[in-house]
């Protein structure tokens, strides 16, 4: 499985982002997409996830502000970013799961200036 993140950049508080990750390779195992920040300093935490049913979850601090998705036909899954504040930025990961295994693509930059 190989993930291929796009999308980042630099935003104003309040301002939006649509961060992309296309998945390449056994697609058809992946059980699980997500994605994951890791600030300056600080542990990769989990954002979103999506099922490969479309369930969904999200940590607290993003809930009404991010919306993760998914496209099958273009084996992408998105993370739409609204009311960024100065607290999402990070680098954010996309994590495919197959079985017990998580495959990373390489991050995309997500800078929110106050």
């Known amino acids: 499985v190989q993930l291929q993140a796009s999308g980042g950049g630099l935003v104003k508080a309040g301002g939006s982002l649509t961060l992309s990750c296309a998945a390449s390779g056994s697609i058809s195992s992946i059980m699980s997409m997500g994605w994951h920040r890791q600030a300056p300093g600080k542990q990769r935490d989990l954002v979103a996830s999506?099922?490969?049913?479309?369930?969904?979850t999200y940590v607290d601090s993003v809930k009404g502000r991010f919306t993760i998705s998914r496209d099958n036909t273009k084996n992408t899954v998105y993370l739409q970013m609204n009311n960024l504040k100065p607290e999402d930025t990070a680098r954010y990961y996309c994590?495919?799961?197959?079985?017990?295994?998580?495959?990373w693509g390489q991050g995309a930059q997500v800078t929110v200036s106050s």
């Open positions: 999506i099922t490969r049913g479309g369930s969904t």
């Open positions: 994590r495919g799961r197959v079985g017990l295994t998580d495959y």
